[in-house]
């Protein structure tokens, strides 16, 4: 736990970003307009811990920003979001100037343009010089918002602002930071900046931490990991005398759709209820419901080892030793990763699909000790595909052996999704490797302590067991070892992988052929 939230209670923030969308609202939509009643009940939770806000556009509703946040007195930093269709930009510009016109002291800077040349939106001259015409025709500053790589790559833009505005995301960044060093990397980076534009203040536009979602190297998202973050970055700030904007207010649902879990969940209000996910005074957990998370784990290991009691009863023989020590393993991995599967299926599905997707996973790892048990002391092998899906003679006609048979494909088709997700689109994907681990335990267990002695390998099961394994190594490659998240992942799937390779079919009953006589 942390005991200190990030924000003060004594000291408002310096600014922070802000965008209204919520409960399925996206800035894709042309024809959205956000409405006033929502917006001022977003600016009125922001006045009690902000002095500012940031805005990235004035349309969708946004243009209602200054004169709302004027009413609880909230300055703002106009955005201007600048694309390639000329025709739109010069829209947006007119209502920018005409907003910092009839709101002069709220509107407190105006930024045209963000990370326009980290998109290639618009060349360097272009921009340069549609700053300077707004610019022409404002009395309040003018910036422009940007990667701060790219600002040190195209320094001429200088010349066209009043002060640098530099986006500094050590979870973004190419070589990802730990959370423990985010701020000391935050101040480099800016000595940096300011180094380069000696006659300009530099301002961090955007720098934060995500709360949520999947590891890069080692850059862990978390409650406590944010937490600490800004804190550390606020305090960096104030020794060092520079001006912070962080992103973002609340969390953004909609940007999920194409940045993942991470991408949705850098606010300091949660999205659906609006709520500060740190007030004052409160001590900071990743797990504020450990309780009942735990106790779920607890039941969960209790029924395992019962399933395997009553299925031992019900046999003459004694079982192996081996057979318990897996069971045991098994119960005592579900007990403690069921609680951390739980809680991210509840953060890490979105949309029907998501929640049927993680959901499916989530109860199929649950019941995947209960079944491998009473198939562990019951004597019965992992079935292969074939007896659920293969020709009518060869089905199980084993309810038992169907239902574990059932769960089994569940699990390899979710686990082959994630997998090659996370080979040939790796940025945003999540690492299911709570709900993996726990049904490839008791999996690969079954598997080779049950294994039949005569058999041929299925050719799916092969194929299945070689993309798991191609996919573990290669996480691990791309990934690096900093990324334990990546590395555990990788463990489920060669686990699952060695699972499938222990499958053998039954052997095909040869019917002699009739004689020709």
Not at 108 to 117: D, H, Q, R
Not at 345 to 361: D, N, P, Q
């Amino acid at each position: 736990m942390l005991a200190r939230a990030p924000i003060d209670s004594t000291a408002k923030l310096e600014c922070v970003s802000y965008a209204p969308f919520r409960d399925g609202q996206t800035p894709l939509n042309p024809k959205l307009e956000v409405s006033a009643e929502q917006i001022r009940e977003d600016l009125i939770h922001l006045s009690e811990i902000s002095r500012c806000v940031r805005t990235y556009s004035v349309d969708n509703g946004l243009n209602q920003v200054p004169e709302l946040a004027s009413e609880v007195g909230l300055k703002v930093l106009l955005g201007i979001w600048i694309g390639n269709n000329r025709i739109k930009n010069a829209q947006l510009v007119d209502t920018a100037v005409a907003l910092a016109e009839k709101y002069p002291d709220t509107v407190t800077a105006i930024v045209v343009g963000n990370e326009v040349l980290l998109h290639g939106d618009m060349s360097p001259s272009d921009l340069r010089d549609l700053i300077r015409s707004v610019k022409a025709r404002v009395s309040v500053p003018v910036t422009y918002a940007d990667a701060w790589e790219y600002w040190l790559r195209y320094r001429e833009i200088q010349d066209a602002v009043d002060f640098v505005t530099v986006h500094i995301l050590p979870y973004w960044d190419n070589v990802p930071v730990r959370a423990q060093d985010a701020a000391a990397d935050v101040a480099t980076i800016h000595k940096r900046l300011a180094l380069a534009f000696p006659d300009k203040e530099v301002m961090i536009g955007e720098t934060g931490w995500p709360s949520m979602g999947r590891m890069r190297e080692g850059a862990l998202p978390s409650r406590i990991n944010q937490a600490r973050v800004i804190s550390e970055i606020l305090d960096v700030a104030k020794r060092d005398n520079f001006r912070v904007n962080l992103i973002e207010a609340f969390d953004a649902s909609w940007k999920r759709y194409w940045e993942g879990t991470v991408g949705g969940n850098w606010g300091l209000f949660a999205a659906d209820h609006r709520t500060l996910k740190y007030p004052p005074g409160v001590s900071i957990s990743n797990y504020p419901l450990w309780k009942p998370l735990m106790g779920s784990g607890m039941i969960l290991a209790t029924f395992v080892f019962a399933a395997a009691w009553f299925s031992q009863r019900r046999k003459p023989w004694k079982p192996r030793t081996s057979s318990w020590i897996a069971i045991g393993v098994s119960a005592t991995i579900a007990g403690i990763l069921l609680g951390i599967a739980i809680d991210k299926m509840t953060y890490e599905s979105f949309g029907a699909w998501g929640w049927l997707r993680w959901g499916s996973l989530l109860v199929a790892a649950a019941a995947t000790p209960l079944l491998c048990a009473s198939a562990l002391m019951s004597g019965r092998a992992l079935p292969a595909f074939l007896e659920l899906i293969g020709p009518r003679d060869s089905r199980t006609r084993s309810f038992p052996t169907f239902a574990l048979g059932l769960v089994l494909i569940g699990i390899v088709v979710i686990a082959t999704g994630a997998a090659l997700g996370s080979v040939f689109d790796p940025r945003w994907q999540d690492l299911p490797y709570a709900a993996l681990t726990m049904a490839a335990v008791p999996l690969v267990s079954l598997s080779w302590l049950n294994r039949p002695k005569a058999g041929a390998r299925p050719i799916a099961e092969m194929v299945f067991a070689a993309i798991f394994i191609f996919s573990a190594l290669y996480i691990v490659f791309i990934e690096g070892t900093q990324n334990w998240q990546a590395v555990w992942t990788s463990g489920a799937y060669i686990a699952l992988g060695l699972a499938l390779v222990g499958v053998r079919s039954k052997e095909a009953i040869v019917q002699p052929e009739p004689s020709s006589a």
